[in-house]
Antibody
Framework: EVQLVESGGGSAQPGESLRLSCVAS????????MHWVRQVPGKGLEWVGG????????VYGDSMKGRVTVSRDNAKRSVFLEIRSLRPDDAAMYYC??????????????WGRGTRVAVSS | QTVVTQEPSLTVSPGGTVTLTCASS?????????PNWIQQRPGQAPRALIY???NRHPWTPARFSGSVLGDKAVLTVSGVQPEDEAVYYC??????????FGGGTRLTVL
């Protein structure tokens, strides 16, 4: 069974940085592209970025580009999202998702349950 | 800025058929946009339903079907069940932006 478990969320202050993690199991992680998607409470889905199986392809969505870094550690079956210069409007649920293939495509096949980030002073 | 547009809300009776659409601000949606459909039930994480226009995932019920009709991607739900009440998102591919979500359609089964 595919499982994606996000962690690292919590409360932070504006201007701080946060590193979210997603640990994967139940599939060949080193062959899979991975994504981060966020959702502000009561709002829609917003794609944050994705990373290919070998980290050679990393793509970011426009809204957070320049403030986020997606990375992965295949040995630890983990993908990470670093968010810098946090703003109040970054408060959201952050989901990790597995791509159907090894690259960053539109096909987000499996989703985790998310980790919540709150930003306030 | 690329915008993907969906109906904000639709209502369908149990057992009925409903069609959800997904349009692009750049022009007609074709299979080259690799339309995906994602379901999010209240209080739950998103779940993928359809990828690359027409393909169901192994867990997707057969009553869900995807297509491109006219200039939009379309999700058709036939024989709607109460558990289909959810928000449905489409996602399209735009070259440098591999994933752009629509605003979602809230489907009410009533």
């Amino acid at each position: 069974e595919v499982q994606l478990v996000e962690s690292g969320g919590g409360s932070a202050q504006p201007g701080e940085s946060l590193r979210l993690s997603c640990v994967a199991s139940g599939f060949t992680f080193e062959d899979s592209g991975m994504h981060w998607v966020r959702q502000v409470p009561g709002k829609g889905l917003e794609w944050v970025g994705g990373i290919s199986w070998n980290s050679a392809g990393i793509v970011y969505g426009d809204s957070m580009k320049g403030r986020v870094t997606v990375s992965r550690d295949n040995a630890k079956r983990s993908v990470f999202l670093e968010i810098r210069s946090l703003r109040p409007d970054d408060a959201a649920m952050y989901y990790c998702a597995k791509d159907l293939g090894g690259f960053v495509t539109t096909d987000l096949q499996h989703w985790g349950r998310g980790t919540r980030v709150a930003v306030s002073s | 800025q690329t915008v993907v547009t969906q109906e904000p809300s639709l209502t369908v009776s149990p057992g009925g058929t409903v069609t959800l659409t997904c349009a692009s601000s750049t022009g007609p949606v074709t299979s080259s946009f690799y339309p995906n459909w994602i379901q999010q039930r209240p209080g739950q994480a998103p779940r993928a339903l359809i990828y690359s226009t027409t393909n169901r995932h192994p867990w997707t019920p057969a009553r869900f079907s995807g297509s491109v009709l006219g200039d939009k991607a379309v999700l058709t739900v036939s024989g709607v069940q109460p558990e289909d009440e959810a928000v449905y998102y489409c996602a399209l591919y735009f070259g440098g932006a591999p994933v752009v979500f629509g605003g979602g359609t809230r489907l009410t089964v009533l």
